[in-house]
């Protein structure tokens, strides 16, 4: 079962939820010690999702830059996936190493720099679910 329809959708819900994990004070610091721009790849439907750590945000209030789309910045880590795979992820329902090894995740850069990151987005888990719910999809939101 797909669970975005498209690339606007994808970008609409992962969107929100970037947009939230940059300016959340309990994730965005932990992932910008990392000082690492990391972007992450989907497919089914397509879209990009970069994240610049590795500068000063642009955006006032952010602790990091989020861009959708093409961007000039080149990845230090880049993470290929189905978008079905994310939004598993963002539920907590996936193990990143689990995930890797069975190569539904495919990583290119220092693996190390990302799982350092894992606890730093474990709070996302609950985020993402109230977000869907928020946002009038509870389809999408895993039991």
């Known amino acids: 079962m797909a669970y975005f329809k498209d690339e606007a959708e ?38 990009i999702i970069t994240i610049d750590a590795a500068h000063p945000p642009k955006q006032q209030g952010a602790y990091c830059d989020v861009f959708w789309g093409d961007t000039p910045l080149k990845p230090d880590v880049e993470m290929s996936m189905k978008a079905d795979i994310a939004h598993q992820f963002w539920h907590g329902k996936i193990n990143l190493m689990a995930a890797l090894t069975r ?25 993402y679910p109230k977000l869907l719910r928020e946002m009038g999809r509870e389809d999408l939101a895993l039991k």
């Open 103 to 127: 190569r539904q995740i495919i990583a290119k850069g220092p693996i190390p720099k990302i799982l350092r990151l894992l606890p730093a987005v474990e709070p996302a888990y609950a985020m």
């Open 10 to 47: 994808l970008l609409q819900i992962l969107g929100a939820l970037f947009d939230r994990l940059k300016t959340d004070a309990r994730i965005a610091p932990k992932i910008c010690e990392g000082k690492i721009v990391i972007q992450f790849r989907y497919d089914e439907p397509k879209g």
